[in-house]
């Protein structure tokens, strides 16, 4: 199995083809549905983002608190159609890997292919086994969102399934 | 006498172990679905769900981040003599259980608005007036993935069997990969639109062998698994024979002019516990 550092450069996402698996080590940022709307919205009105999207990894996931003396709760995928209304947009402005569940739009298949992204889903519903691949969590944008607030993750051997690949192939 | 001490403790339990906890039917049908299953990327997906569900139990970590909705279905003994309000109880119970299990606080308190509780309260109660002295709690956290693929098909009455058949499959497909498949499907015919849906959420509280109470709705549900485990929709999307865990169908009494059938589909990691009170 490939083993893939964040973020990943423009080669190797030529190289993922859909339906391959690989481990992703390195860092990446969370965010699902409220996050995205801000984005979009500040994206919008030309406003600077909280924290910087281009070449960026963004994981579709709200954990659950982290107990004393662990790094992060349970954090496995939330479904990423949901964020299908906002991916177009910050795919144009420099995003090029998401991590999720589920399938995608056409919109943002589309997206995908025309400017060289990646969508890799994970394991959803296997939220405890995922944590123990997640070494470092720290909140970085939007803290009042809580569990939808946007964190920095540090990942090690973190599984995914390329799931649309820069071509805009898509296993489902 | 029931004490609403009593009541918040169980259900804070009852949330956490929930949680926490894989029920044993489940477990089961995900052991039976990786023994059945010959596509080797999704024998490995299901190894690792069943992997995910020895971690939770073991390290205290909850299964899935989305610690759900928490719904709760009361059967209240007529006889059953209960202390202070009932509704607070429980949602007292759930408000620590969420604290204490370190579970995800997901719940809004206003669908337009959406400021977070902070407590994962209001919990979503159903209460039903049983003959007895006993309180029955069942807490069923919904993850809301799998809820936003639920569905309501007001049929035709003539429209018959077949109808029902391919209303019930459509919404299994239209949920296709993006709710954690393998699904466990939870179906309400009859009643009217609200009962129907209440009946399909119930259903995801039987065991996932259940199929139904009655025989022609128990061939109905065969039908559905061995129908929906042709889908080729598979464990998280990724192919397969196993796209169902379980089919399970609840009906009543409808009205001459219609055919209600409800579906709410539940993830894989379908979660319920409950609890007996008895009134001393």
């Known amino acids: 199995m490939k083993t893939i550092q964040l973020p990943i450069d423009e080669k190797t996402i030529k190289t993922l083809k859909a339906g391959e698996m690989a481990l992703l080590s390195g860092k990446l940022i969370t965010g699902r549905d409220q996050a995205h709307l801000r984005f979009a919205g500040a994206i919008k009105k030309?406003?600077?983002?909280?924290?910087?999207i281009k070449g960026q990894t963004i994981y579709y996931v709200g954990p659950?608190?982290?107990?004393?003396?662990?790094?992060?709760?349970?954090c496995g995928p939330t479904t990423s159609r949901r964020m299908d209304a906002f991916s177009p947009l910050l795919i144009k402005k420099g995003l090029t890997t998401m991590i999720g569940k589920g399938g995608r739009s056409k919109e943002t298949i589309a997206a995908i292919k025309k400017h060289k992204g990646i969508y890799f889903m994970t394991l959803g519903g296997a939220g405890a086994y995922l944590s123990k691949r997640v070494i470092s969590a720290k909140v970085i944008a939007y803290p009042e969102l809580g569990p939808e607030a946007v964190f920095e993750l540090e990942v090690r051997d973190f599984p995914v399934i390329t799931a649309i690949d820069s071509k805009g192939k898509n296993i489902f | 006498m029931i004490t609403s001490k009593q009541i918040s403790s169980a259900v804070s339990g009852l949330c956490i172990d929930a949680n926490l906890k894989l029920r044993p039917d489940v477990v089961k049908a995900l052991k039976d679905s990786l023994r059945k299953e010959t596509s080797l990327k999704s024998r490995n997906l299901l190894s690792i769900l069943l992997e995910n569900c020895a971690i939770a139990k073991s390290e205290k970590i909850p299964l899935c981040q989305d610690t759900g909705m928490t719904v709760v279905f009361a059967e209240v003994g007529q006889d059953a003599r209960i202390q202070g309000d009932l509704t607070t109880a429980i949602n007292k119970g759930v408000a620590t259980g969420y604290k204490e299990g370190f579970l995800r606080k997901s719940i809004v308190a206003d669908p337009l608005l959406r400021k977070n509780t902070g407590t994962n309260t209001p919990a979503m109660i159903y209460y039903d007036i049983v003959p007895g002295k006993k309180l029955k709690l069942t807490v069923l956290p919904k993850g809301f993935g799998s809820e936003n693929k639920s569905k309501l098909y007001m049929l035709n009455p003539t429209a018959g069997y077949d109808a029902v058949v391919n209303s019930i499959l459509k919404a299994i497909k239209e949920a296709g990969p993006d709710?954690?498949?393998?699904?466990?499907?939870?179906?309400?015919?009859?009643?009217?639109?609200?009962?129907?849906c209440y009946l399909a959420k119930k259903a995801l509280t039987k065991p996932v062998t259940f199929l139904s109470d009655k025989a022609h709705f128990r061939k109905l549900a065969k039908e559905l698994l061995a129908k929906g485990n042709k889908l080729n929709i598979g464990p998280l999307g990724a192919g397969?024979?196993?796209?169902?865990?379980?089919?399970?169908?609840?009906?009543?009494?409808?009205?001459?002019?219609?055919?209600?059938?409800?579906?709410?589909?539940s993830c894989h990691s379908l979660r319920s516990a409950h609890k007996n009170l008895q009134s001393s």
């Open chain 2, 240 to 265: 397969g024979k196993t796209t169902l865990l379980g089919v399970n169908i609840l009906s009543m009494a409808t009205h001459i002019a219609g055919l209600p059938v409800a579906v709410n589909i």
């Open chain 2, 179 to 196: 709710a954690c498949p393998p699904y466990v499907v939870g179906v309400g015919i009859g009643g009217d639109a609200a009962k129907a």
């Open chain 1, 64 to 74: 659950t608190p982290a107990k004393a003396g662990e790094v992060i709760g349970s």
């Open chain 1, 46 to 52: 030309g406003k600077k983002l909280p924290v910087n």
